[in-house]
């Protein structure tokens, strides 16, 4: 696969649309892919395993964000992702035979370069305990969201977000409620987290993004994520849960 421009030269647009390919629970290199963007995201590589039985009981639906060829910016956008994470330069083939318990047949013939994921869960993948939606039910939840650090200003995000909200509500989906988690904006210990962590602070707030796109905050959870840091001390991390109705 042949990437140009160079890495140090910037793209000249923001992406406007993507596409949204089926993670295969049965092909070692989706796999292997997902776990190494697991790690660069800093968060659930340990519940890859957990997620593939998931994606093939149909209560999560994993997809591999990609660029269309029609985007002018296309290579740019995978040179500066592969910069920053050289190997993930081997492209995928989108393998998946079945999506939400439901039979497909593969549509991209080209291998692509991932550069994020995002699933659409039911009620079947809910997370026990303090991080459920309850008292939400028979909604669907925007999980598993991730695209490259290196391309953070892309458009690549909300172009994924666009679609996928597009695929909930119609058929056969027809979600009526959206529902997502993020970190809240401020709580006891984030700026000091961020420095521990050898992080820097998000330079916007996600939750209002989320909050631009109609998702309302319906509850918050102390705790809800810990990280630890290089002399072992446990940081936590608040969530926000946020809905959106979609009917």
């Known amino acids: 696969m042949t990437l140009s421009p160079p890495p140090s030269e910037s793209p000249k647009s923001t992406v406007s649309s993507v596409h949204l390919i089926p993670f295969d629970p049965e092909s070692q290199e989706h796999i292997e892919r997902l776990k190494l963007q697991r790690l660069a995201c800093g968060w659930n590589v340990e519940l890859v395993d957990k997620w593939i039985t998931q994606q093939r009981k149909g209560a999560k639906s994993i997809h591999w964000i990609a660029i269309p060829s029609s985007e002018p910016s296309k290579e740019s956008w995978i040179s500066k992702h592969l910069a920053e994470y050289p190997t993930e330069a081997h492209p995928i083939i989108d ?23 995002i699933s659409l869960d039911s009620d079947g993948a809910d997370p026990p305990g303090h991080l459920s939606y309850a008292p939400l039910e028979d909604v669907y939840r925007i999980t598993t969201f991730y695209v490259s650090r290196a391309l953070h200003g892309s458009g690549i995000g ?35 987290k961020h420095v521990a962590l050898g992080r820097k602070l998000p330079a916007y ?40 109705d979609v009917k």
């Open 95 to 117: 393998t998946a035979l079945s999506l939400r318990s439901q039979p497909i047949v593969p549509s991209h013939t080209e291998p692509f370069i991932p550069l994020g994921h």
């Open 205 to 244: 707030s996600i939750m209002q993004w989320y909050a631009r796109r109609g998702y309302e905050p319906y509850k918050y959870v102390e705790k809800a994520w810990k990280e630890e840091d290089p002399t072992g001390k446990i940081w936590w991390t608040t969530a926000v849960f946020m809905k959106k």
């Open 158 to 192: 909300r172009a994924a977000m666009d679609k996928l909200e597009k695929i909930a509500v119609e058929e056969p989906i027809c979600a009526e409620v959206l529902a997502l988690s993020t970190a809240a904006d401020d709580y006891e210990g984030r700026v000091e």
